[in-house]
């Protein structure tokens, strides 16, 4: 069963870091380029970055360049997502998700709720 699950999610003060882990089942994550959403109530869910399955790069959007960084441990078979200097308006639920290059997201994880708020 092709699964993905995040965690690390949680409560968080303004300024502060959260790690969010986005793991796989039933694939091999270095196959697949992953990407990281956000959707904020009310709000239309924004791609936040990204990392490729051929060569690793990263790509950030600007709202959290600088702040947050993907990175993938291949023998875990997990990617992730650290988020520094975090700020209220990045409260969100956040997603990963997995598609084949040149593919469309196709495989989602069930999101886990991040809240930045003193």
């Known amino acids: 069963q092709v699964q993905l699950v995040e965690s690390g999610g949680g409560l968080v003060q303004p300024g502060g870091s959260l790690r969010l882990s986005c793991a796989a089942s039933?694939?091999?994550?270095?196959?697949?380029?992953i990407g990281w959403f956000r959707q904020a109530p009310g709000k239309e869910r924004e791609g936040i970055g990204c990392?490729?399955?051929?060569?690793?790069?990263?790509y950030q959007a600007d709202s959290v360049k600088g702040r947050f960084t993907i990175s993938r441990d291949n023998a875990k078979n997990t990617v992730y997502l650290q988020m520094n200097s975090l700020r209220p308006e990045d409260t969100a639920v956040y997603y990963c998700?997995?598609?084949?290059?040149?593919?469309?997201?196709?495989?989602w994880g069930q999101g886990t709720q991040v809240t930045v708020s003193s």
């Open positions: 998700a997995a598609r084949v290059l040149g593919g469309s997201y196709g495989t």
């Open positions: 039933g694939f091999s994550l270095d196959t697949y380029t």
């Open positions: 990392i490729s399955s051929d060569d690793g790069e990263t």
